[in-house]
C-alpha cells in the first residue's frame, strides 16, 4: 500500500495521505511526523462511521467527502472496505488528484478483497504414533523338484 500512497503524495500540493479499513484503524499512512497515529485514528474512525453512516442513509456508494479549512484540506475517499484520506493545501490541482485517487482507489480495493494470510497452524502435542508392525516376510516359494516337473510335463 505504501506505493500506492508515495503515488498520492507525489500530486504537488498533498502533505500526507493514509488509509483505515471499516473499523476506522489505520492500515497504512505516509505522513509528515507531525501527524503521529494518536492524532490520525480519530479522524479515521471518524470517517470510517460517516462513511458508513452515509452509505446507510443514502443506501448508494459513497463518493468523496472535501473538508476545507483555513490551512488546508482534507479529502476522503470511499473505497470498499475502508476509506483512503488526503491531507493537501487549499488549492490543490483537484483534477490531477482526482486522476490519481481514482487509479489509488481501485488499486485500494484489490488490496483489500485480497484474502490476509492464514495464520500458521500450531499442532497439539500429540502421543507419538505407534510404530506400525513390519508385515511378515513372505514364505520363499519352494521349488519343484525334477520328478514333480517331469511329471506336470506328462500330464499336458
Given at each position: 500500500?505504501e ?16 488509509v ?45 467527502i ?6 488546508g ?10 476509506c ?10 483537484t ?36 510404530e506400525?508392525?513390519p508385515?511378515?516376510?513372505p514364505?520363499?516359494?519352494?521349488r ?10 506328462l500330464?499336458?
Open positions: 500500500m506505493t500506492i500512497l508515495k503515488d498520492i503524495n507525489a500530486v504537488v500540493g498533498v502533505m500526507g495521505s493514509f483505515c479499513d471499516g473499523e476506522g484503524q489505520i492500515v497504512a499512512r505516509l505522513m509528515l511526523n507531525v501527524f503521529d497515529e494518536d492524532l490520525l485514528s480519530p479522524v479515521g474512525r471518524t470517517m470510517a462511521q460517516t462513511i458508513a453512516g452515509l452509505k446507510i442513509a443514502q443506501r448508494c456508494k459513497i463518493g468523496d472535501d473538508l476545507v479549512y483555513d490551512e484540506r482534507l479529502i476522503v475517499k470511499s473505497v470498499d472496505e475502508g483512503l484520506c488526503i491531507l493537501c493545501v487549499k488549492r490543490v490541482n483534477p490531477l488528484l482526482n486522476l490519481t485517487l481514482n487509479v489509488a482507489a481501485k488499486k485500494l480495493e484489490e488490496k483489500f478483497k485480497e484474502p490476509e494470510p492464514a495464520p500458521p497452524v500450531v499442532e497439539a502435542e500429540a502421543e507419538p504414533a505407534p506400525p508392525k508385515e511378515p516376510e514364505e520363499p516359494k519352494r519343484m523338484t525334477l520328478a514333480e516337473m517331469m511329471a506336470s510335463n500330464r499336458r
